[in-house]
């Protein structure tokens, strides 16, 4: 006699809020914010002058009402819509959430401090709401370029909410894609989120993989040599900026304060080596020092090589 196992692996499956999202589509998500995570890296590492980094931490789908209450009561809610160019699609709208601590560390940093001890415990301002709205401007061209790559879209902020219990933008019900994201801000860690609507950004994805898998159409190589040469043409005109470094250093403020007319700064080269040669702050060339018609001039020696510059 045959015994047969009746007790076969069970999987939970939660009806209300059902994953229609496959692997692919969650990884199409996250490869889309990761392109934005880069930029925003580049812009809050140049505008806080730190070592900053974001990255996205996490992808996943819930009931809104699940994701609203993992929020922090102080978290700054911004809702977008992001709008298709093209007409056959709507439009959806798309919720950002910021840790509070996010928005005190750059305010802080924005009006020149050190963003040690800024983690409090209040209300923001009115004036420190005005300078973190000034950072969100700055997130949508950022947000706009990542999504380019997929679909042609728009993104408009549309509200703000300071409590996100207020911002009831989707229903309870409603399941949500949901992209987390980790960042630090030198010895600060924080994050924000993202949450779209499920079915709307399915429909919106759908169009996703028609505008990656359009062929890409190679020019003639004669008509990309022409091309080539036009554009060259129409840059040679540009104007640039040259410049001549004979050297650099360091000198800490105090020293800077010091300094009068007639003081000495002594440099680390001697008198007849070489100079930089610079090209919109970029050196190309290096250079003697010399005289030419009764004026200074620089001879060019040789070009910087391209490995050099980056």
């Known amino acids: 006699m045959t015994t047969v196992n009746t007790k076969l692996p069970t999987k939970k499956h939660d009806f209300r809020a059902p994953k229609k999202f496959g692997k692919d589509q969650l990884r199409t998500v996250e ?18 002058r730190i070592d900053c980094e974001v990255l996205v931490n996490n992808v996943e789908i819930k009931r809104y009402s699940q994701y609203t209450s993992a929020l922090e009561e102080r978290e700054i809610t911004v809702n977008y819509e992001i709008s298709p160019i093209e007409k056959s699609l709507n439009e959806i709208t798309m919720s950002a959430s910021f840790k509070p601590n996010l928005g005190f560390f750059l305010v802080d940093k924005f009006l020149g401090g050190r963003g040690n001890d800024v983690f409090y415990d209040r209300e923001f301002t009115e004036i420190e709401m005005a300078i973190f709205e000034h950072f969100l401007t700055k997130l949508n061209p950022y947000l706009e370029e990542s999504w380019m790559k997929y679909l042609d879209v728009t993104i408009n902020q549309k509200s703000l909410e300071l409590n ?4 009831q933008v989707f229903l309870s019900e409603d399941v949500v894609v949901i992209v987390e994201f980790l960042v630090k801000l030198g010895e600060v860690t924080s994050g924000f989120s993202l949450s779209f609507p499920s079915i709307e950004l399915e429909l919106m994805m759908d169009k996703f993989y028609n505008k990656s ?31 001549v470094v004979f050297d650099e250093i360091e000198l800490n403020l105090h020293d800077v304060l010091q300094l009068e007319v007639n003081d000495i700064i002594p440099l680390g080269k001697e008198l007849n080596s070489p100079v930089s040669v610079l090209v919109d702050n970029i050196p190309w060339f290096e250079a003697q020092m010399g005289e030419t018609r009764h004026r200074k001039a620089v001879k060019v020696s ?4 391209k490995e050099t510059l980056k």
């Open 31 to 48: 490869s889309l914010h990761e392109s934005f995570a880069k930029n925003l890296t580049s812009y809050l590492t140049t505008s806080t």
């Open 302 to 305: 040789k070009l910087i090589e």
């Open 164 to 167: 996100p219990k207020f911002a």
């Open 213 to 243: 898998a359009r062929p890409i159409k190679r020019m003639d190589t004669s008509k990309e040599i022409e091309y080539r040469q036009a554009l060259l043409a129409s840059i040679k005109n540009v104007d640039v900026e040259m410049s």
